[in-house]
DNA sequence: ATTTCTGCAAAACCTTTGCAAGCCG
DNA sequence: CGGCTTGCAAAGGTTTTGCAGAAAT
């Protein structure tokens, strides 16, 4: 009925301490679809562990993301950023440095123009990132 | 030898009015790269307009991204926001509710399957926003 | 003249940090 | 035990808001 097992598992594989508090955690993040918010999370896990704080909510999912047990939706920089450059591009990220660079459209191949996706989306355009390890990285 | 006049017309285009603030920071944008943060703007702006402040960097960054004269570089949700769906798969962001939507990876067709792109970035995976506008805000 | 904008200061968020007590291996 | 983790409280960083005076149309 538990998920307990698998979670030792993956607590194993990716190195780090099995905690009661991290246990609960995974078990409700694998119950909640969409791209909830740390406070979200937090709020549902104090449903289960009342006396949890949201500091360990953020340690912890400040680690899966670095071991790689989570991943967020896009690359967190802290403060918004804005584009100075005015044509079309994509974006190469360093998952390490977070470092942004752009590349031009051509580099990347073409996507498909289609303007209506799925139930009603209108496209206005298509960002894409390319996300890996930039040379200083490696 | 400035871009006043340009601005000018921009302004005239989107509807908001021209204040010496904007057109400064019009032209300080202009002449920066890559992809900065709000600070990292206003010190520029500061440069030559000492008594701006933080606040009015702020609300006109924000009028000129919603005006459509500037573009953010990936829409800010405030927060972290985490991905609960541990399939491939890309986003339909709504660019006026900020709504996001998992579509699989087959929907968007293929990308290339490059692992190195530029200057020795090792590619890890993609992300792709398809940016627009959802069914219930149309 | 009216409406909108600016600068200031305070407030509201979001996230991280330091530390003493407690848990894991 | 020894080291890592927790909860708390405080600090740090980012962004928004309210308001009185100034500027724009």
């Given at each position: 009925m538990t998920l307990i097992k698998p979670f030792r598992e993956l607590c194993a594989e990716h190195g780090i301490a099995v905690t009661h508090q991290r246990q609960v955690l995974y078990e409700v993040m694998q119950g909640?679809?969409?791209?909830?918010?740390?406070?979200?999370?937090y709020a549902r896990v104090k449903r289960k562990?009342?006396?949890?704080?949201?500091?360990?909510?953020?340690?912890?999912?400040?680690?899966?993301?670095?071991?790689?047990?989570?991943?967020?939706?896009?690359?967190?920089?802290?403060?918004?950023?804005?584009?100075?450059?005015?044509?079309?591009?994509?974006?190469?990220?360093?998952?390490k440095c977070k470092s942004i660079e752009d590349i031009d459209e051509s580099s990347l191949g073409a996507l498909p123009k289609r303007r209506k996706l799925a139930d009603g989306f209108l496209v206005e355009r298509y960002s894409v990132d390319v996300i890996g390890i930039c040379a200083k990285c490696q």
């Open positions: 909640m679809d969409g791209h909830p918010s740390p406070e979200e999370i562990i009342p006396s949890i704080s949201l500091a360990t909510v953020y340690k912890n999912i400040h680690l899966f993301v670095e071991s790689g047990v989570l991943r967020e939706v896009s690359l967190h920089h802290g403060s918004q950023r804005l584009e100075m450059n005015a044509e079309e591009h994509h974006h190469l990220v360093c998952s």
